[in-house]
């Protein structure tokens, strides 16, 4: 079992960047590959970008690459998500999720992930 705690989201500026992170209970966070999605209003959930439980690889959604970059520290049970050239269509409320899977591929999928954090909303004004 683990828990997930995100934070870091907010309000700004289209052009501007943000981080995000997310915090993970327990000790076996570093065998977790991780994701981050996003939801809009009346939308449904999108994979945003993740990472292996190694942190060795990683995949982007092609409306984040070259934007968004995902990290994570094992030694900090955290998963980081940093956003720059940010548009008003990022805006979202973004969650983190964990895999209990160590190995490739890296899912996409939001119902293939185990445990979700509550959410962290990101306002992009235009």
């Known amino acids: 079992q683990v828990q997930l705690v995100e934070s870091g989201g907010g309000l700004v500026q289209a052009g501007g960047s943000l981080s995000l992170s997310c915090a993970a209970s327990?000790?076996?966070?570093?065998?977790?590959?991780m994701g981050w999605f996003r939801q809009a209003p009346g939308e449904e959930r999108e994979f945003v970008a993740a990472i292996t439980s190694s942190g060795r690889s990683t995949r982007y959604a092609d409306s984040v690459k070259g934007r968004f970059t995902i990290s994570r520290d094992n030694a900090k049970n955290t998963v980081y998500l940093q956003m720059n050239s940010l548009k008003p269509e990022d805006t979202a409320v973004y969650y983190c999720a964990a895999d209990r899977r160590q190995y490739l591929p890296l899912y996409v999928t939001p119902g293939l992930y185990d445990y979700w954090g509550q959410g962290t909303q990101v306002t992009v004004s235009s």
């Open positions: 327990g000790r076996t966070f570093s065998n977790y590959n």
